[in-house]
């Protein structure tokens, strides 16, 4: 397991952007992000591992994940933000090299979450 510290949270309008970053104590194979809003369960965003990556629907063309392995971190900049975007944003990391939808990775390590709030 690593340790993960997220940063780049914070509150935007509508078509508004913000970057999240995601720093990892040690080397992972996959890092990816999930959210929770409120009342709801929490669900996949994206995730990179060293050969591909992964977004959800509701994303596709608006955010863009990106890691530096060297610096064992990863960013995602979310464009075009839209109030269902609002949640709390958590990073997550793996370090099994095992193929597998990135959606359905068995991440086994979590950080402690920033929020993102989008306003109409």
């Known amino acids: 397991q690593v340790q993960l510290v997220e940063s780049g949270g914070g509150s935007v309008q509508a078509g508004g952007s913000l970057r999240l970053s995601c720093a990892a104590s040690?080397?992972?194979?996959?890092m990816g992000w999930f959210r929770q809003a409120p009342g709801k369960d929490r669900e996949f965003v994206a995730a990179v591992s060293w050969i591909t990556n992964s977004y959800a629907e509701s994303v596709k063309g608006r955010f863009t994940i990106s890691r530096n392995n060297v610096e064992h971190t990863m960013y995602m900049q979310m464009n075009n933000l839209k109030p269902e975007d609002t949640a709390v944003y958590y990073c997550a990391a793996g370090g099994k090299v095992i193929e597998v939808d990135l959606s359905s990775y068995p991440y086994n390590s979590w950080g402690q979450g920033t929020q993102v709030t989008v306003s109409s």
């Open positions: 040690g080397r992972a194979y996959v």
